[in-house]
């Protein structure tokens, strides 16, 4: 099994200083290092990981990175850029390119028009991501939708990874209408994301089935990879609990469930099967 979507970073400011880019993210308290990773990932039988950089880390992804280096073929990492940046097409062929990244995410989350990633100005940085062909995270909020379908259709040659579509998106209906319009994007994929955060009900999270089923039905499960959050997505440090909840969801078949928890993410993200349990 690969968890598509885990957070590390450590408590060295002074080796890896915090830059805040999210408002709503504070700056942690306590770590959450990539060995305390490795062991919940051996407990709840996690093959590999998808590391993704937190925002309070900025655009600087030296610790992503180093976990990369030291523990070779386990990770793929997905870095941050800052795509207003006049030379974020460089910064991402340095960070994919050199320190071994396998994606970029964009967070567009904090912003109400996201309408400037239709801009001449992000040309270059897609084109980069082409050059490399790396896939796009996106974590956006589920009324940006058109635009970003919009995007996916201009740039047929990019894959595009729907991260989040934002805590509105569970409760108001507005996270299943955000599905079906990106659904015929056949560049768009998305993560089944274990939010324990956003949901009002005790795990398995009844209460956000409705946009899971909704990826399973409008998009299949060829282009859906699956992700603990951890650990933003369980507050309480749950990751195994996490990783069992594809099982818990009843409208998902055995081929669908092996889709989503393995086979789309090594194809997007190319994971060696020789790795495994080399932790």
């Not at 790396?134 to 991260?163: G, K, N």
């Amino acid at each position: 099994m690969i968890d598509a979507h885990v957070h590390v970073w450590t408590l060295e400011p002074d080796r890896y200083p915090w830059n805040q880019t999210l408002a709503h993210v504070p700056i942690p308290s306590a770590p959450a290092n990539v060995e305390a990773l490795i062991s919940k990932m051996r407990v709840a039988h996690v093959s590999h990981a998808v590391l993704v950089q937190p925002s309070v880390y900025g655009w600087d992804n030296s610790y992503l990175c180093d976990c990369l280096d030291k523990y070779p073929g386990l990770f793929a990492g997905v870095c941050l850029v800052d795509p207003h940046s006049t030379h974020a097409a460089d910064d991402l062929r340095y960070w994919c390119g050199d320190r071994g990244c396998q994606g970029v995410r964009v967070n567009l989350i904090a912003d109400d028009d996201v309408d400037w990633i239709l801009g001449t100005a992000q040309q270059g940085l897609w084109n980069a991501a082409a050059e490399l062909a790396v896939p796009v995270a996106l974590q956006v909020r589920s009324h940006h939708a058109a635009t970003v379908a919009a995007l996916a259709t201009r740039r047929p040659e990019l894959r595009f990874i729907i991260d989040s579509l934002g805590p509105d998106s569970f409760h108001s209906g507005a996270g299943v209408r955000a599905v079906k319009l990106l659904a015929p994007r056949e560049n768009v994929f998305f993560k089944l994301l274990a939010l324990g955060q956003e949901s009002r009900e005790v795990f398995p999270f009844r209460d956000l089935w409705a946009v899971y089923r909704a990826m399973i039905t409008f998009v299949g499960s060829h282009r859906i990879v699956f992700g603990s959050d951890s650990p933003y997505g369980q507050p309480e440090g749950r990751h195994e609990e996490a990783m069992t909840l594809l099982a818990a969801l009843p409208f998902l078949d055995a081929t669908a469930r092996r889709n989503i928890d393995e086979i789309t993410a090594r194809k997007l993200w190319h994971f060696d099967p020789q790795t495994e349990g080399k932790q």
